[in-house]
């Protein structure tokens, strides 16, 4: 495996909500159900791409991010499981899924975001890693990504084994896929079935049909327990069993066999080897108790982004999206810039006003208290996260303020997404040089850029904190 796995499809949201149902409405004769906890995890894309990295595989994710709090999270659970996220921009909102779940069974999911919206186009770094992956997934979930024509072209084009997960709703796979992986109720849907075909004819004869019409390698029909049915070249299906009779909860069952599937073909497998791989991965996963115990650590205990409603309604991710969707809408420039900002000094008003003089807006992405004592030390901050957001919201150049709990801003810009990053000029070293930020890289994925502007000399927290302890004024 010399490239990244490339995942590229739609991410949705997805939460678990667990209760207790004990009553009935008092106006309607429907349960009520008590909330316990909730768990919230990337869903479609963005789940096949966790799985991927929690084998220790490069990941990089090419998706569509909205403007708004679920795209925050999804960020923020992304950074957590090592997935390297590439964002297209998603005009609307994030998709999310809500599963109410009592006593280990679904009563309802609730479905939000809207339908399907257009993406937009992806930025050069973004058809690199297409042409640089040891296998592509799409993880079609029928919301647009997998339609955007430059995209479907990169990946006609690219040299890597490519497996298509596809939705009903979604556009026919490219030409000449290595492998796809629908399940036989999206084969039913793809292909009209015989009459009183019985189920294994139908997934045959499904499965043959899709594989002629996309001009796949291979088509692999997903039997839920049953295993799968891999139609390739040869005139007959081979049938895949299960391992063990597994039952229990099956969401995310197919990213799993997916991901699986990929990765195998990365490492050279053949694609009878990769699927047989993929049943048995599938069948444990599901056995094991599905998506409830097999994220990663990371993911499970991934903090909520951080709310400041006390600091007033410019500071936290709602007040970040409502002013990056005005400016991007009326076709502006979103510049960003961070730090810890702890003791506010001179020195940072004038990197905020020559950040600010460079777009339309500018939004600050502060480091959370436990951030700044992870970098710092435990003396630090001086200032607690609410009192240095508010000082930075009440400053003319700073149009929003979103506090990150991580070590870097790296989550928080995978959803903002700034034309622009700017750091003070002590960022850099031998000149004004935009490449030395460690932000860099991660604002080629979607076509920004990043810059130094002056800094004023002998301005520093760290200095101004020892001269102010070494007079007594800071206890």
Not at 449 to 466: C, E, F, K, M, N
Request: glycine share 12%; proline share 7%; hydrophobic share 45%.
């Amino acid at each position: 495996m010399t490239g990244p796995v490339v995942v590229l499809g739609d991410t949705l949201l997805d939460r678990d909500v667990e209760g207790v149902v004990n009553r009935l409405c008092p106006d309607s004769p429907v349960p009520v159900l008590d909330e316990i906890a909730h768990v919230d995890r990337p869903g479609g894309a963005g789940l096949a791409a966790v799985f991927a990295a929690a084998q220790g595989a490069e990941v990089v994710l090419v998706t569509a991010l909205a403007d708004d709090a679920g795209a925050a999270r999804l960020g923020v659970l992304l950074a957590a499981a090592g997935v390297q996220v590439y964002p297209l921009r998603l005009t609307g909102a994030t998709p999310e899924k809500i599963r109410l779940r009592a006593g280990g069974r679904v009563l309802l999911r609730h479905d939000r975001g809207g339908g399907a919206a257009e993406p937009g186009e992806p930025a050069e770094a973004v058809l690199r890693a297409i042409d640089r992956a040891s296998v592509v997934l799409v993880s079609d979930y029928g919301r647009g990504v997998a339609r955007q024509p430059a995209l479907r072209a990169a990946l006609a084009a690219t040299r890597a084994p490519v497996v298509w997960d596809p939705h009903p709703r979604g556009p026919a796979a490219v030409p000449g896929v290595h492998l796809a992986t629908p399940n036989e109720a999206e084969v039913r849907e793809l292909v009209e079935a015989p009459a009183g075909a019985t189920r294994l004819a139908t997934a045959a004869e499904g499965a043959e049909r899709l594989r002629q019409r996309w001009r796949a390698g291979a088509v692999a029909v997903t039997l839920g327990a049953d295993g799968a049915l891999l139609s390739h070249a040869g005139s007959t299906p081979l049938m895949v069993p299960a391992p063990v009779a597994a039952e229990g909860d099956t969401c995310g069952a197919g990213d799993r066999f997916a991901a699986t599937a990929s990765l195998a073909l990365a490492g050279g497998a053949l694609v009878s080897e990769a699927v047989r791989e993929a049943v048995t991965e599938a069948s444990a996963y599901v056995a094991d108790g599905g998506v409830a115990t097999a994220l990663p650590p990371p993911v499970r205990r991934a903090p909520q982004p951080v709310h400041a409603a006390a600091a007033g309604d410019r500071v936290g991710v709602a007040a970040a999206a409502a002013v990056v969707t005005r400016v991007r809408a009326a076709g502006g420039t979103v510049v960003a810039t961070g730090g810890c900002f702890d003791l506010l000094h001179a020195g940072h008003l004038a990197t905020l006003q020559a950040a600010r003089q460079l777009g339309d807006c500018l939004v600050v992405c502060l480091n959370s208290d436990a951030s700044v004592s992870g970098l710092k030390g435990p003396e630090r901050p001086v200032i607690g996260q609410t009192d240095r957001s508010r000082l930075l919201a009440a400053l003319s150049c700073v149009d929003a303020v979103v506090i990150f709990e991580e070590s870097t801003p790296a989550a928080a810009l995978s959803w903002l997404r700034p034309d622009i990053w700017v750091k003070g000029g002590d960022y850099a070293t031998g000149g004004a040089d935009g490449e030395a930020l460690p932000e860099a890289e991660i604002l080629r994925r979607w076509g920004g850029h990043s810059v130094v502007v002056p800094y004023l000399d002998g301005r520093s927290t760290t200095g101004l904190i020892a001269a102010t302890r070494a007079t007594g004024a800071l206890a």
